[in-house]
């Protein structure tokens, strides 16, 4: 599967963005889909996954509460909304596609990955 990444830009502090990744190929709605950041000088992190059904949506705790992932499998597209950004939210957001079951935190558990969109909270 291929991914595309989009929607990110600059918001100021408080705001909200929505990131979209689009997926080409049929089997789309058998993986399991999570979100990455990585800021300047620092490794790639979680952000959060949901499962193939999206029945199950893990979050890391850095942003739970703040950002809610879903996934339209007829769209073969992904969303992270984001709201209540803060400055630390900077970073470039990656989507990423799992083939695995369960849940996965670490980058080497994907599969696939999309090529990044930039997000930047300004304070």
């Known amino acids: 599967v291929q991914l595309q990444a989009s929607g990110g830009g600059l918001v100021q502090a408080g705001g909200s963005l929505r990131l979209s990744c689009a997926a080409s190929?049929?089997?789309?709605?058998?993986?399991?889909m999570g979100w990455f950041r990585q800021a300047p000088g620092k490794e790639r992190e979680f952000v959060s996954q949901i499962s193939w059904s999206g029945a199950r949506t893990y979050y890391a705790d850095s942003v739970k509460g703040r950002f809610t992932i879903s996934r339209d499998n007829a769209k073969n597209t992904v969303y992270l909304q984001m709201n209540s950004l803060k400055p630390e939210d900077t970073a470039v957001y990656y989507c990423?596609?799992?083939?695995?079951?369960?849940?996965?935190?670490?980058?080497?558990?994907?599969?696939?990955w999309g090529q990044g969109t930039q997000v930047t909270v300004s304070s």
């Open positions: 190929g049929r089997t789309f709605s058998s993986y399991a």
């Open positions: 990423a596609a799992r083939s695995g079951s369960g849940y996965a935190v670490i980058s080497t558990a994907y599969d696939c």
